[in-house]
């Protein structure tokens, strides 16, 4: 049974470039949100997805935007990066009919920006 | 709004001492309490959970009560092992399965 599967794991830009992270979701689940977790804190909710819309957002900017494809993988974009966008990135799935309140987490993408 | 508090860490113990990590919670209605653990350089993974006032979650000799009263869910177990050295968050989700809302964390060390 695969779990939540995340790419790339880390990756370099420059500030003012635009990143893409991807997503699949542990099989049977159809919801996805995404996480920032910078340095020393805990997760900070971006946006959650389910049917392929976007049905709650945390308090982060329009610069951070999402996807989500009719497989249930989803996609996080950040355009014109910050050095504050460094960060690490947390996909959680889960599954919206039964234990919906349960998210599982990927293993995360690590993007420094220089 | 909701929120999760729990204590600063870093905690630093012996191998086979009693651990407790507090975490308390604000929240309207019944929202169901996690514990995610976070091993250096990796995601977080479900450590346990509980749905209700009064449940206990345990896995892996943690536990921690569901307490409605004092808007507790405090993480124990009874003796720590160097491999549980990790940093432990509390978090809290609402019915409907939308954002789950996480704490600061506590880091843990567990000395041989």
């Known amino acids: 049974d695969a779990g939540v599967t995340q790419s790339p794991t880390h990756l370099i830009k420059t500030r003012g470039q635009q990143v893409t992270l991807r997503c699949s979701p542990k099989?049977?689940?159809?919801?996805v949100s995404w996480y920032q977790q910078a340095l020393g804190q805990g997760p900070q909710f971006i946006f959650q997805y389910y049917e392929e819309e976007e049905r709650q957002r945390g308090n982060f900017p329009d610069r951070f935007s999402g996807h989500q494809f009719p497989n249930y993988s989803s996609e996080l974009n950040v355009n014109a990066l910050l050095l504050g966008d460094s960060a690490l990135y947390l996909c959680?799935?889960?599954?919206?009919?039964?234990?919906?309140?349960?998210?599982?987490f990927g293993e995360g993408s690590w993007l420094t920006v220089v | 709004g909701n929120s999760v508090t729990q204590m600063e860490g870093p905690v630093t113990l012996s191998e086979e001492a009693f651990l407790t990590i507090n975490c308390t919670y604000t929240a309207t209605g019944y929202p169901s309490l996690f514990w995610y653990v976070q091993y250096p350089g990796e995601g977080l993974q479900l450590l346990l959970k509980?749905?209700?006032?009064?449940d206990k979650g345990s896995n892996k000799g943690f536990e921690a009560t569901y307490r409605k009263e004092t808007t507790s869910f405090h993480l124990e177990k009874g003796s720590v092992q160097v491999s549980d050295s990790a940093v432990y968050f509390c978090a809290l989700s609402q019915t409907g399965g939308f954002k789950t809302i996480f704490g600061a964390g506590t880091r843990l060390f567990v000395k041989a």
């Open positions: 099989s049977g689940h159809d919801t």
């Open positions: 509980a749905t209700k006032a009064d």
């Open positions: 959680a799935s889960s599954a919206r009919q039964g234990d919906g309140n349960t998210i599982y």
